[in-house]
Every structure is written in structure tokens, then in C-alpha cells.
């Protein structure tokens, strides 16, 4: 076995360095790197089981400065025959089929909407909880957060004060895609940067709000930028207070870019899936504070997931009731309750219906 001290490094739980991984990813046989990152995955989760989970993702609007180049779904304020702002009726319709389909949680993105103020957001939030007072909220990417904060002359931790007053439970890790300045000026433009993500983390992490971590890799990225970005990941983890929850579990998936700007502007290359199990076995391998890691099915097809969980992943994350933004950009995936339960028994596991913290739930 090759980059024997490297493996030895990894199995004990040391940092490796960002050339450590590059050297991983780029000199380790396959075999070698998915059969290293499973034996890491059974040291934190012991048993053969998979978790899985039902929620909806909810696009409160698409009217968004960010500008982000892999977006089909986004529109200017302008746009007015495009842009939309959810009402109470379709936030009722939608709580009520994620109900009778067995979920609980919503989970609610938009964009960076630029005259909607901390007010909109409370409200929005206030309004679910009075639709459905036990419905958890996983709300509001990072960038959203901080682009809040700007508009409505708060720090990041009154912002997420009164979120969480209002009915806000965890946030989730979204609008991170690649935490490399040089690649967010491309790709997102007018999107916060990436200390400003990490910021925001952090305050949640002080505050106790339990989040998750992403990334979008397989675009303008460099391998040691991916490595960078997990490197910082395992960082801000670390600085989160004793019993505070952190980053709960990571996810990460392969850009698209069909019909997107980024597509038309750059040749962004199909990625096999060898190279996805590899990135879900790096995650491993390097986010040795992070207790789970996502297989990502939407993206990359349930066989591929499969294998993931065999490279190091121990979560297929939710059935994804509604996916608006990844969807119209080329994924095309679907599964419900029954194909998410025989895809993972398939794989030779038992399947857990989770909540949002990883505690098991029950239908």
C-alpha cells in the first residue's frame, strides 16, 4: 500500500495538511483512498447502518443579486414576469403535502433579495411556525445571513438572534461552493465572501445553532483549493465551544452547469463518478471533527451514491421533496421514501429515519 505514513497519519485522527490531501487525491490508487476513508467512517459511526431523513426545500424567492454564474433559477428585481415571492396559501399547500408524505422540516432558501430587510425574514418565519407551530426550520445559507445583516445595519449575531426568535432551528451550509476568494469573485460576484461565510458559522457555532457544511467542487477550482476548502471547515469546527453541536454533517457534490452562464463561459469538463467517491473519501479522510459525511444521490445517481457509502459516507441525506435550483441546472434525479429505504438496504445497510441533529425519528 502506497503513502503508508499518510494512511497510518489519518487512521489516528491527525490533521493532515492541505498537500497531504493533494498528494491523496492525486497519487493514491482509488482502491486504496475509498477502502481508507470506510475504515474512518466505521470509527465514527460503528454500526452498518444509513441515515436518511424527509424534509422540503422551499424557494421563498428567486430575485437575487448575487449573480451567481451556475444559476438558472435566480432573476433580477427587474424581472418582473420571472420574479416571485412565496404567499401564505403556497406555504400552507406545501407544509401540508411535506406532512402527509411524513416530513417535518423545511428547508428554506432564497437568495440574496435586495430590499428584503430582517423584518421579511422574521415574519416569513413567524408566519410558518403559525401555519405549523412543530415544523423545524433549517433556514438560511450564509450568504443570506450576512446579506441580512448589511441591509438591516445588524451584526451577524443580532441577525441570528432574532431568527431564531422568530422560529429559526439550525442553518444550513449552503452558498459555500468553493471558499477561495479568487473562485467566489467568478462564480458569485456579488455573493458575501468566503470569511464572511466562515464568520457566520462561527457566531451560529458560539450561539449553539446546530449547521451543516458544504461544497460545490468540479468547476474553475484547483484541487488544492477543494483541500483549502475542507482544511477551513475542520478549522472553524474546531473553534466551536465544548457541547455546542458545529457543523453536524458535510455534503458535497459535483457542479452543474447545463444551460448556466458558467457552462457557456467556461468548459466545465462532466465528472466521472470515480472522482466524486474520491472527494467523498478525501471529505473523510480530512474532517476528522465532523462526525457525518452525505453520499449526495441528487447529483450523482443512486448507484454512485451507493458506492459513497462505501467510501466513506454514512448519511444519503433527504428525499428532496422539492429541489428547485441544482434541479435547473441539469439534475434530474428523484426518490422517495421506499426507493431512499431499498437503495440503502442495497447497499448492504440498515436504514435510519433521522431528524435534522441525527437523532433517530419516527413515523
Known amino acids: 500500500m502506497q503513502n503508508n505514513a499518510l494512511f497510518t497519519k489519518a487512521l489516528a485522527g491527525d490533521n493532515l495538511t492541505c498537500s497531504e490531501g493533494v498528494k491523496l487525491f492525486n497519487h493514491t490508487p482509488v482502491r486504496e483512498i475509498l477502502a481508507l476513508a470506510d475504515k474512518i467512517r466505521y470509527k465514527f459511526n460503528p454500526c452498518k447502518k444509513v441515515s436518511w431523513q424527509i424534509d422540503r426545500n422551499v424557494n421563498y424567492t428567486n430575485i437575487c443579486i448575487s449573480g451567481c454564474l451556475f444559476c438558472n433559477f435566480h432573476c433580477t428585481i427587474s424581472q418582473k414576469e420571472r420574479g416571485y415571492a412565496i404567499t401564505t396559501d403556497e406555504l400552507r399547500n406545501k407544509i401540508e403535502e411535506l406532512r402527509n408524505l411524513g416530513g417535518d422540516q423545511l428547508l428554506l432558501q432564497g437568495g440574496l433579495h435586495p430590499l428584503y430587510d430582517i423584518t421579511y425574514y422574521e415574519n416569513l418565519l413567524k408566519e410558518i411556525k403559525s401555519i405549523d407551530p412543530l415544523i423545524k426550520l433549517n433556514a438560511f445559507g450564509p450568504p443570506e445571513v450576512a446579506h441580512i445583516a448589511r441591509l438591516s445595519k445588524l451584526t451577524i449575531k443580532e441577525t441570528l438572534s432574532r431568527l431564531v426568535a422568530a422560529g ?79 457543523f453536524r454533517a458535510f455534503i458535497c457534490w459535483p457542479m452543474q452547469s447545463t444551460g448556466t452562464k458558467l457552462g457557456g463561459n467556461f468548459k466545465i469538463e462532466p465528472l466521472n463518478p470515480v472522482e466524486h467517491l474520491k472527494m467523498v473519501a478525501l471529505s473523510r479522510i480530512i474532517l476528522n471533527n465532523i462526525p457525518h459525511i452525505q453520499a449526495s444521490w441528487l447529483t450523482i445517481g443512486r448507484e454512485t451514491a451507493q458506492l459513497a457509502l462505501h467510501a466513506g459516507a454514512d448519511d444519503m441525506g433527504s428525499i428532496m421533496i422539492e429541489e428547485n435550483v441544482v434541479s435547473s441546472a441539469g439534475a434530474k434525479n428523484s426518490m422517495d421514501s421506499l426507493k431512499m429505504q431499498q437503495t440503502i438496504r442495497e447497499a448492504g445497510f440498515e436504514p435510519w429515519l433521522r431528524n435534522q441533529d441525527y437523532s433517530p425519528r419516527h413515523l
Open 168 to 246: 429559526l432551528d439550525t442553518l444550513p451550509g449552503a452558498g459555500a461552493e468553493i471558499l477561495s476568494d479568487r473562485v467566489r469573485k467568478i462564480l458569485s460576484p456579488g455573493k458575501p465572501d468566503s470569511k464572511q461565510w466562515a464568520d457566520v458559522m462561527r457566531e451560529a457555532h458560539r450561539m449553539g445553532i446546530g449547521t451543516t457544511a458544504t461544497m460545490v467542487y468540479g468547476h474553475i477550482e484547483t484541487i488544492e483549493e477543494r483541500m483549502e476548502h475542507l482544511i477551513l471547515l475542520r478549522d472553524i469546527q474546531t473553534e466551536k465551544p465544548d457541547g455546542a453541536p458545529g
